[in-house]
T-cell receptor, first 113, second 117 residues
Framework: GENVEQHPSTLSVQEGDSAVIKCTYS??????FPWYKQELGKRPQLIID?????GEKKDQRIAVTLNKTAKHFSLHITETQPEDSAVYFC????????????FGKGTMLLVSP | DTEVTQTPKHLVMGMTNKKSLKCEQH?????MYWYKQKAKKPPELMFV???????INESVPSRFSPECPNSSLLNLHLHALQPEDSALYLC????????????????FGPGTRLTVL
């Protein structure tokens, strides 16, 4: 089955800095890669996703890049703000008809004012 | 309505109790999921329902029994649980599998925080 590795496990940045979280996956059949943000005590919320036919996708301060050959994808957050502080999970799934997401272990991002 | 709702928000139960968790969505989604999330860990998939039929059971113990009465509702019946089953139980939904179509994003409910004494 799929295995997703995520690094780093914790990331501390100053407000205004950029943050990068990296994930690798093992199943070459995976072709959908969402990122979820989970604040303490809240539900995971989809913040951005990318499909394997695209190399990069951007939404305001958030961007995701995908390298299918190397089987890795990354989340980039620019101009970080304290409200970006949360746990971020990457995930991967093959296009089997169900979104059987395999999650990375998560990255706790702390943005200090 | 663009939300997945779950009840109750919190549940405390003894090991001999029987209780049920409920999940509801009115987005017309035809795939629904149960996840278990322990503290500081990612969600772990338990069950997948597609068009009201159980499609995936990730080797979950029989003390957890899912039910999908209709396309909007998903239940998780609990019986004879163990303290290690204490966790946040998340429900999610997605548009569901389409023949040859792309995988669609999952939307999560707020979860039920379960404590087993």
């Amino acid at each position: 089955g799929e295995n997703v590795e995520q690094h780093p496990s914790t990331l501390s940045v100053q407000e205004g800095d950029s943050a990068v979280i990296k994930c690798t996956y093992s199943d070459s059949a995976s072709n959908y890669f969402p990122w979820y943000k989970q604040e303490l005590g809240k539900r995971p919320q989809l913040i951005i996703d990318i499909r394997s036919n695209v190399g990069e996708k951007k939404d305001q301060r958030i961007a995701v890049t995908l390298n299918k050959t190397a089987k890795h994808f990354s989340l980039h957050i620019t101009e970080t703000q304290p409200e970006d502080s949360a746990v971020y999970f990457c995930a991967a799934t093959p296009n089997s008809g169900y979104s059987t997401l395999t999650f990375g272990k998560g990255t706790m991002l702390l943005v200090s004012p | 309505d663009t939300e997945v709702t779950q009840t109750p928000k919190h549940l405390v139960m003894g090991m001999t109790n029987k209780k049920s968790l409920k999940c509801e969505q009115h987005m017309g989604h035809r795939a629904m999921y149960w996840y278990k999330q322990k503290a500081k860990k990612p969600p772990e998939l338990m069950f997948v329902y597609s068009y009201e039929k159980l499609s995936i059971n990730e080797s979950v113990p029989s003390r957890f029994s899912p039910e999908c009465p209709n396309s909007s509702l998903l239940n998780l019946h609990l019986h004879a649980l163990q303290p290690e089953d204490s966790a946040l139980y998340l429900c999610a939904s997605s548009q569901g599998p389409l023949a040859g179509g792309p995988v669609n994003e999952q939307f999560f409910g707020p979860g039920t925080r379960l404590t087993v004494l």
